[in-house]
């Protein structure tokens, strides 16, 4: 079995690193990783920790030029998030088009090497009071709540696009499952000007037994149903085992090209949980 790499974890007081939060990542088929992640603590007042920031990317454009747009993306985004400002929604917006900016500074100055790389990018700052989010590109974000899961973020492949020819009756299920639109982006982090950005529009309040998986979609190789089913069977272990479970299903479907795979798990303590409805709505 491929070994699964671990991120550096923070040191904060309010949630506890492998227990609380935990990252993942494999290589899958590929040579090289082309995702990055990131988690940091969001300083309160009084300098103590109020949340965290978790910042994920999945690079495209070559080996080389995946792998740099991926980490390029993330440091951007968080070194813009911490510099502060109004309001959550509002920093991660800013942090997104700073990390866009620097995309534009890298290609520009290296054109003959980084010509065409760009990454897709979710971001998800969690607070006790709930968490915002933001993203561009086809990465998803999940949300398990009461044994159901579902993505909450908008999928910018071209995927949505053929199920929905698929209900009209334009195609078979079969043209879609093969066809070379499948995983072709309809927006990411390319230094141009970003075609579709999906966000959260207000806190959306965390109740008992929520998680919340930040994922890149290489993931995506295990159905939600899948997804579900390991979350589910390691809901009393700590983040870390969940995460360690989720990549050892994705490399023991064997997939023959499988792509990188990253999970960001948080499973929020008690004192973040709010009073909520059933059902999110982000």
């Not at 920093?91 to 790389?117: F, Q």
Request: with cysteine; hydrophobic share 45%.
């Amino acid at each position: 079995m491929q070994r699964i790499s671990k991120a550096h974890s923070m040191s904060a007081p309010v949630l506890t690193p492998e227990k609380d939060f935990a990252g993942r990542q494999c290589l899958g088929k590929r040579s090289e990783q082309e995702d990055a992640y990131a988690f940091s603590e969001i300083p309160g007042s009084e300098g103590t920790a109020e949340g965290l920031l978790i910042v994920l990317a999945d690079g495209m454009g070559g080996h080389s030029a995946g792998h740099e747009a991926s980490d390029l993306a993330v440091r951007a985004f968080g070194a813009a998030f911490h510099r502060g400002g109004f309001g959550l929604q509002a920093r991660l917006s800013e942090a997104l088009r700073a990390a866009n900016t620097a995309i534009l500074e890298a290609i520009k100055a290296a054109p003959e090497s980084l010509e065409g790389m760009g990454t897709t990018l979710v971001a998800v700052a969690a607070v006790p009071g709930g968490v915002a989010w933001i993203s561009v590109g086809d990465s998803p974000l999940y949300l398990l709540r009461g044994g159901e899961l579902q993505r909450i973020n908008d999928d910018h492949s071209f995927r949505p696009i053929l199920r929905e020819m698929v209900d009209k009756g334009e195609i078979t299920q079969e043209q879609a499952a093969h066809s070379s639109l499948r995983n072709r982006l309809r927006s990411a982090l390319t230094g141009e000007e970003i075609a579709l950005v999906s966000a959260s529009v207000k806190l959306l309040a965390l109740i008992e037994g929520d998680l919340l998986l930040v994922a890149s979609d290489g993931v995506q190789t295990l159905s939600d149903e899948a997804i579900a089913e390991v979350i589910q069977e390691t809901r009393d272990a700590d983040a870390a085992e969940t995460a360690d479970r989720l990549l050892q299903a994705v490399l023991a479907a064997a997939r023959l090209k499988q792509d990188n795979a990253t999970v960001a798990i948080l499973k929020p303590p008690s004192p973040w949980l709010r009073n909520a409805s059933p059902r999110p709505n982000p």
